[in-house]
């Protein structure tokens, strides 16, 4: 059989992408209610070991990128674990963590020495009233901290995802780029998407116009580098050492070319972020499925991956929140 995983519409599935827990420490407020409740279960978790064995199936099949997200991932205990395990897998070529970083100082050595290799950091502004009000807590500087831990680790080009609120501010977004440059990291700016009350709440315009002026003020060019197997677009400055993302669910959809799906914490295998379809892995596992059974249940599973999402034609579509799925 080919190792490899080809959706309906000819795009290859080679990156997964894994959260280990729906809960975080932070209520964000494009991602999850102050009042949200209905969390997994702890036994309902998929457990290390399952997850691995999970993982090792798509491996096989063709799969290159996992990356850990959550809910806030690092609120799992020993992270570290899963994390070696996964580096173990022959095949998997890069491994990474999304994360909000208030936990990151702490865990940066360890994560690093166990195998992980790249780290996505939300930061949605530097001003840290605002922060607290989107967020829910006053814990920039813990944010700033990790992130220092994690480059004295040893984590290289370090990505910064910032949502593009509606009262985001041009001068937030350039004070945030100028953050970067100066210690050598990658901003990435997100247009919110529709994913229960609070995406919906969020939602503003296209990214367009701010990449017109952001590209006039820092003299950015657009750059064809290969950043990690995600949806952004980049531009750089002029000497190279700083990178510029746009990812535009909304105003400029990359659906063509999406070669990713989700594994939510309770083992549930969402095919698109956009739609509902889905696949059930967690009692296949239990009930103690082989190799050959895990892969026939993720091919039958690519089956049923849609052609794009409808957030532009349905935003209310969706009534499950973003922590919930899995970023």
Known sequence: MNPSLIDPFGRRID?????VTDRCDLRCSYCLPKDAHGFET???????DEITRLMAAFVALGTRRIRLTGGEPLTRKHLAELVGNLAALPGVEDISLSTNATLLAAQAADLKAAGLQ???ISLDTLDRQKFARIVGRDVLPQVLAGIDAAQAAGF?????N???LPDTTPAEIEALFAYAIENELT???IEPMPMGDTGRASSGEGLENLRLDLAGKFGLVPSAEELGGGPARYWKTADGRTHLGFITP???????????????VEGALYLCLGQEDKAEFRELLRSGADADELQAAI???IALKPERHEFVEQPAKLIRFMARTGG
Do not use: D, E
Request: charged share 20%; glycine share 2%.
């Open 156 to 160: 290289g080009r370090i990505k910064l």
């Open 15 to 19: 990156y997964v992408r894994v959260s």
């Open 42 to 48: 702890p036994t309902n978790w998929l457990s290390f």
């Open 162 to 164: 910032a949502v593009a």
């Open 299 to 301: 091919r039958a599973a």
């Open 187 to 189: 901003l990435r700016l």
């Open 250 to 264: 909304m105003s400029q959809h990359f659906c063509a070319t999406c070669n990713r799906v989700r594994l939510t």
């Open 118 to 120: 790249r780290l996505n």
